[in-house]
């Protein structure tokens, strides 16, 4: 069943939101005060490909995994929406259907605000506009650094960007060294294989090269990494 409202941990994760925070406090108080919260568990579908543009999220636990199909029947995932991040806005502007699968990765919390009111909050307050604009090219800029990497960099260097962003995305500091940081968010090496458009194979024999050099740490429950100053390195070797 959801929940009314946002815990304080979730709260301050849609807060704290690079893109929120930057907002005006009318422009925030009035998105808030007609959002509602959904919960969901892991692998719970969040919305389906071909689905209606109804409502406009914000993750503020968890993540949402975004995939698609292959004509083969095979899933394959493209993102992971991380904490604090908003996400169907095009749908809103131009009312075409979903375009992709979204589930719970994780027991995941979702900030809703309903279409209706989205326009709503649109017609009062131009800042809205700007803002969203904004927020599109940051993506367009992503993504076409995401495209130039998947063609001219390694397969090691573009492991240890990912890595690199997992741990600043979900980083935890792990209890027996502070100086280690334990990626919160679990990924299969097949899902992480997925990100960078390789094979599990491939990755996990770069993860085990990485592990012999001291950069990162695998355990049962995920990856530690502990060098961040090395993954940089590996990163930038081929840049």
């Known amino acids: 069943m959801d929940e009314p409202?946002?815990?304080?941990?979730?709260?301050?994760?849609?807060?704290?939101?690079r893109w929120f925070s930057s907002l005006s406090p009318s422009l925030r108080h009035?998105?808030?005060?007609?959002?509602?919260?959904?919960r969901f568990k892991d692998g719970d579908l969040i919305v389906a490909r071909g689905d209606p543009p109804s409502e406009w999220t914000a993750v503020a636990k968890g993540a949402v995994r975004v995939s698609s199909t292959s004509l083969s029947g095979k899933q394959i995932t493209l993102t992971y929406v991380e904490p604090g991040v908003w996400f169907g806005d095009v749908a809103m502007f131009d009312g075409d259907q979903r375009t992709h699968d979204a589930y719970a990765h994780g027991p995941t919390t979702l900030l809703c605000?309903?279409?209706?009111?989205?326009?709503?909050?649109?017609?009062?307050?131009?800042?809205?506009?700007e803002a969203l604009m904004r927020l599109q090219a940051r993506r367009i800029r992503t993504l076409f650094g995401l495209v130039e990497d998947l063609n001219t960099l390694p397969l090691r260097a573009r492991l240890a960007k990912q890595l690199l962003h997992l741990v600043r995305s979900y980083g935890v500091p792990c209890l027996s060294d502070?100086?280690?940081?334990?990626?919160?968010l679990q990924l299969a090496q097949e899902e992480l294989a997925q990100l960078l458009g390789a094979s599990r194979q491939r990755v996990?024999?770069?993860?085990?090269?990485?592990?012999?050099?001291?950069?990162?740490?695998?355990?049962?429950?995920?990856?530690?990494?502990?060098?961040r100053d090395m993954l940089m390195r590996i990163a930038e070797a081929e840049t």
Not at 5 to 17: F, K, P, Q, V
Not at 30 to 38: G, M, N, Q, T
Not at 113 to 129: C, G, M, P, T, W
Not at 178 to 184: A, K, P, Q, S
């Open 113 to 129: 605000v309903a279409r209706n009111d989205f326009q709503k909050i649109l017609s009062v307050h131009v800042e809205l506009y």
């Open 5 to 17: 409202i946002l815990t304080m941990e979730e709260r301050e994760a849609i807060n704290s939101g």
């Open 178 to 184: 502070g100086n280690e940081m334990r990626i919160g």
């Open 204 to 227: 996990n024999q770069e993860l085990k090269s990485m592990e012999r050099e001291e950069a990162i740490r695998i355990e049962q429950g995920g990856l530690v990494v502990r060098n």
């Open 30 to 38: 009035d998105i808030l005060r007609c959002a509602y919260v959904k």
